[in-house]
């Protein structure tokens, strides 16, 4: 102590205190969860009904009033909905028409087809030669493969249903993102202003728009589409915002010299620069897209998500897989098809090799076309051949049950053992946890890694739920989602470190991780469903495959990232492998994990909303059952909740990673 | 026209908040301590200079001296906090947005350091765009694009993309695109900093050639010393937003204005700055080997002096000026004080 005293050297030092501080933090937290019950007043121990803010009911209200009387003076706020509504549903009725249903006229049984829907040949064609414009032959027999699968085994409508949807949501997304992404850019104040509710959008769980989408416009696609779209566009504005900014000032500048209006600097300059960029945010509303599409079916979006979401109602496992799959190909599809467009928006190509790329994708889509209006002739020829098609339902229904039937005992051994010594005693230990607190010590945390602001937002976050009367399926919450960011912690980081030194490992590594984030949520629980059945330790094995990629990506590139010459100084002054790794590596990377964690953190809380399909009883159930009996109030706190849980992790794993990576100045 | 093409009276751009408290009637009045103590960046201050028609004027300094938010203020990209720029005798920001914008478009050329290329269009798209701009016909803006980018040397390659060429080519593009509205002013921010050494000689050769041909009025910025001795007719030297001292190379040389500019000039290359004027004695009406012009470069006759025994006449409107023998060039050469110049 006296050494440490008598040196200069900060570091030393201001290391010290936060010992202190996380270890009487921790013995605190112990302390008061061995008291007895008696020694806490009633008040602590359970929020007090009395003193609870009927938030919930107000918001109820609210709508109610919304939508019954609230009028503009020449309309009503129905009325502004009813002609939103309408106004949307062109594009998307427009796109079910030509993927799906073909365009009727009439209603019922008496409608009648005025024109058919594209044949599964012509769509084959269609994207076989797309897919060979964007990325060439591999992605042309993907494709191809892909759209014949979903032919064969008998996906054809549904999966056209989700498409249709997806295309227009990713559309309207990917606009609508740019063109706030460029005000942002734009106007700083609105940026300013955008950046909360971004945050709140992304972290909310889907089923909470769900509701108000419901309410303001009613049950069917459109409510679907645009909770979609405001789902999958603020990730489309933050990397517009970032593309825009990281194009080189001198562009601007240039354009300003050559005396381009504004309007053309942004769209002759700017955006054509940051065309690479920006596609990789149109990927990504992509995906956003049919997650959220999925997930929709249940207020009306139809499609894939419709039969998953049936079949694992009445635990059909076998049609539910298939569907499953269905999605899961359709995902690769789209998210292959968009890499390759991204790819190609910053690829350049000899013109005569684009001549000949364009010509052929233009006869290959004339044929489709061509065939498209043979069937508006010959309806016949359309309907994919039932004697063609093929079912493994009744495989997976009877492989399912072998596996039940030979395994039972040891998978229940597995799911008794983990839910006994780890899921009961960590959710016990939650839920005595005074709501005081817990209040108090995020507070504390708060303040010790980003001072009274980070404190103070915080604080308030964490007391919310008590506000409310949420707290116990809040500490619940926090329980499952805790102990799955734990797991997925350890394996993303052991795999990282492990994968991080080895290309080729890495590249398996990195196909898996990818296939299992393109995946939609939902898709998940079918295979978990089937060996676990339903309960808290099936969600905490959808969760932690759902969130370990991050971790995973994170660590890995925080531990190959480091620079060479800090290696090489390891090895010269005589480090062993395993020194250079707890010495060097993984204390360089610990900022970039821990980033990384923190994206587990908030992937955990969206597919712990999913999780509430197998009756878990935490916000996510809160949400879902408030959404079954249509309680817009419930749905919507419950939502904010979860909101806020994943506010709190972000902020304050963001400061403590700021904090360090300021400690150790810019990376060498 | 015989006044100058720009000039700056005054001149200074500060970054910081609040900074209308240190301007008082158009001028800065605050002194460096002040500005730092509140937190303002002073990227420019008291920059008074004039550039003429066809000279070329050369800005130097390290990096961070204000090179390029000079530049930006005499090209009217951004307005200074305090001061004024004249562009052919009217203050910039007197000049109405669309008049200035007819100005960038018509009068002015810029090369930046990064080439500032758009990625998305090949080189003839590239130079074509402020053609485009301007709103002129394609078929005149191909033909003027493709006579630019034949000028710089890059014929045959309009098809290609940025990434497609090397950083040299891309920098021709660059300087294809600046010159292809033909403008009076020619501003080059360190273009040639990101490339490498040999490259860098061979474009500063583009420019020397470019220029022959042109005749443009330069304004060109670096910080390496020797670019600015090859192609300035006069220098600059900033440093921390003000400039040191401006004069042609010889001038920096012979007689630094603070210590500063002489220990940037102490490693130059005197042969190639220095004229005969500067080093000559008083002739005494001895005999010579031969004559130089006053105005030559050292370098030039060096070889001649040196091997002869007998001094050389210095020559001025075919009058003798002085004379200069071996023992003046041997201290040139290396590098010795010279008495001429003290
Ligand atoms: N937009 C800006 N905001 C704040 N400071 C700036 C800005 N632009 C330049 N500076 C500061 O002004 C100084 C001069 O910059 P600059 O003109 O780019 O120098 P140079 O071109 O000579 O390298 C630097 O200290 C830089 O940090
Ligand atoms: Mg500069």
Redesign the pocket.
């Known amino acids: 102590m006296s050494i440490a005293a008598a040196e200069p050297a900060a570091p030393a030092r201001s290391i010290d205190p936060a010992h202190v501080f996380w270890i009487l933090a921790a013995i605190v937290t112990a302390a008061i969860v061995m008291l007895p019950a008696e020694a806490l007043p009633a008040w602590a121990r359970k929020y007090p009904a009395a003193w609870q803010l009927p938030f919930a009911a107000w918001i109820s209200s609210f709508t109610k009033w919304l939508m019954d009387s609230a009028s503009f003076g020449l309309f009503t706020v129905r009325d502004l909905t009813r002609a939103i509504s309408w106004l949307l549903d062109q594009p998307l009725s427009l796109a079910r028409a030509v993927f799906a249903t073909g365009f009727v006229r009439g209603q019922g049984s008496d409608a009648v087809t005025v024109f058919p829907a594209i044949p599964w040949f012509s769509m084959v064609i269609a994207a076989t030669a797309a897919g060979y414009a964007v990325g060439g032959r591999r992605l042309a027999l993907g494709m191809a493969a892909g759209l014949l699968y979903l032919a064969v085994f008998g996906q054809w409508t549904s999966a056209m249903v989700t498409l249709a949807s997806v295309l227009v949501s990713s559309v309207l997304g990917s606009i609508g993102g740019l063109l706030i992404g460029l005000a942002c850019v734009r106007w700083r104040w609105l940026e300013r202003a955008a950046a909360p509710f971004l945050d709140i959008a992304q972290t909310m769980p889907v089923f909470a728009y769900l509701l108000p989408m419901l309410i303001l416009f009613g049950f069917g696609p459109v409510s679907a589409m645009v909770a979609t779209v405001i789902y999958a566009l603020p990730p489309m504005v933050r990397v517009t915002i970032l593309a825009i900014r990281a194009v080189p000032e001198e562009i601007e500048a240039l354009g300003r010299m050559t005396g381009c209006t504004r309007r053309q600097i942004t769209w002759k300059m700017l955006v054509p620069t940051a065309l690479p960029a920006l596609m990789v945010g149109v990927n990504q509303v992509i995906m956003l897209s049919l997650n959220v599409v999925i997930i929709a079916s249940m207020i009306g979006a139809g499609g894939l998500g419709w039969d998953v979401l049936t079949a694992l109602r009445s635990l059909n496992i076998g049609k539910g897989l298939e569907a499953g799959i269905a999605i899961t190909v359709l995902a690769i599809l789209l998210d292959r098809f968009a890499q390759a467009l991204a790819l190609r928006a910053g690829a350049v190509e000899a013109e005569d090799a684009a001549r000949r790329r364009k010509a052929f994708v233009s006869s290959a889509l004339a044929i489709a076309v061509a065939f498209w209006l043979l069937t508006a002739l010959f309806p016949a020829i359309a309907p994919y051949p039932e004697a063609w098609k093929l079912s493994t339902a009744p495989y997976w229904g009877q492989f399912v049950s072998w596996i039940n039937v030979t395994f039972f005992s040891t998978l229940e051994a597995i799911r008794t053992a983990v839910l006994l010594n780890i899921l009961v005693p960590v959710k016990r230990f939650m839920l005595a946890l005074p709501w005081p607190w817990v209040v108090f010590l995020v507070t504390a945390i708060g303040f010790r890694l980003g001072g009274w602001r980070l404190a103070l937002t915080v604080g308030l976050m964490a007391a919310f739920p008590a506000l409310v009367g949420l707290w116990p399926a809040t500490m619940i919450t926090v329980y499952l989602c805790g102990v799955a960011v734990v797991i997925a912690a350890l394996i993303g980081v052991s795999i990282g470190i492990v994968a991080a030194g080895r290309p080729r490992l890495w590249r398996t590594v990195e196909i898996v991780i990818d296939t299992l984030q393109t995946l939609p949520t939902f898709v998940y629980l079918i295979p978990i469903v089937m060996l676990f059945r339903v309960g808290d330790f099936t969600a905490l094995i959808a969760i932690v495959l759902y969130a370990v990629a991050p971790a995973i990506r994170y660590t890995a590139h925080g531990v190959s990232r480091i620079a060479p010459e800090l290696i090489e100084a390891g090895v010269m002054t005589g480090c062993t492998r395993r020194q250079i790794l707890t010495r060097i590596r993984l204390p360089l990377a610990t900022p970039e994990i821990l980033l990384g964690i923190n994206q587990t953190i908030l992937l955990a809380l969206s597919m712990l909303v999913i999780t509430a399909l197998v009756g878990t009883r935490d916000l996510g159930q809160e949400t879902y059952s408030a959404l079954a009996k249509a309680d817009v109030g419930r749905g919507v706190v419950a939502g904010i909740a979860v909101a806020f849980i994943g506010m709190i992790a972000d902020r304050l794993v963001s400061a403590a990673a700021a904090g360090m990576k300021a400690r150790r100045g810019p990376p060498q | 026209m015989s006044g100058p093409v720009l000039a700056c009276r005054g001149v200074a751009?500060l970054?910081?908040s609040g900074l209308a408290r240190f301007v008082k009637n158009g001028r800065l009045s605050a002194d460096p301590e002040r500005l730092a103590a509140d937190g303002v960046?002073?990227?420019?201050r008291d920059v008074d200079l004039e550039i003429f028609r066809g000279e070329t004027f050369v800005i130097m300094?390290?990096?961070?001296?204000?090179?390029?938010?000079?530049?930006?203020c005499l090209s009217g990209l951004?307005e200074p906090t305090a001061g004024e720029v004249l562009f052919e005798g009217r203050d910039l920001s007197k000049i109405s947005e669309r008049e200035l914008i007819q100005i960038r478009r018509l009068q002015m050329g810029m090369v930046f350091q990064n080439f500032a290329l758009l990625p998305h269009l090949t080189v003839l798209g590239n130079v074509a765009f402020p053609l485009g701009i301007q709103g002129r016909p394609k078929a005149e803006r191909d033909k003027r694009a493709r006579e630019m980018i034949a000028l710089v040397g890059l014929g045959g390659r309009e098809g290609r993309f940025p990434r497609e060429l090397s950083g040299g080519q891309q920098q021709r593009v660059g300087i294809a695109r600046s010159l292809a509205v033909g403008p009076d002013v020619w501003f080059l921010?360190?273009p040639f900093s990101a490339l490498d050494p040999l490259i860098r000689r061979e474009m500063q050769d583009e420019v020397l050639r470019l220029q022959g041909m042109l005749k443009k009025t330069i304004v060109f910025?670096t910080?390496d010393f020797d670019e600015a001795v090859r192609l300035a007719d006069r220098v600059a030297i900033?440093k921390d937003?003000r400039i040191e001292q401006i004069g042609t190379a010889e001038e920096l040389v012979l007689a630094p204005a603070t210590d500063y500019v002489r220990s940037f000039t102490r490693e130059a290359p005197r042969a190639k700055i220095l004229t005969a004027r500067s080093v000559m004695r008083p002739a005494d009406g001895e005999d010579f080997a031969g004559h130089v012009p006053a105005g030559a470069r050292i370098a030039a006759f060096a070889h001649d002096v040196e091997a002869s025994q007998k001094p050389f006449a210095v020559v001025e409107d075919d009058k003798v000026i002085g004379a200069i023998d071996r023992l003046a060039m041997i201290d040139v050469l290396v590098g010795r004080e010279l008495k001429a110049a003290r």
Do not use: C, N
């Open positions: 751009k970054y910081g960046t002073a990227a420019v300094g390290l990096s961070g001296s204000g090179k390029s938010t000079l530049v930006r951004i921010d360190e910025i910080h900033m937003g």
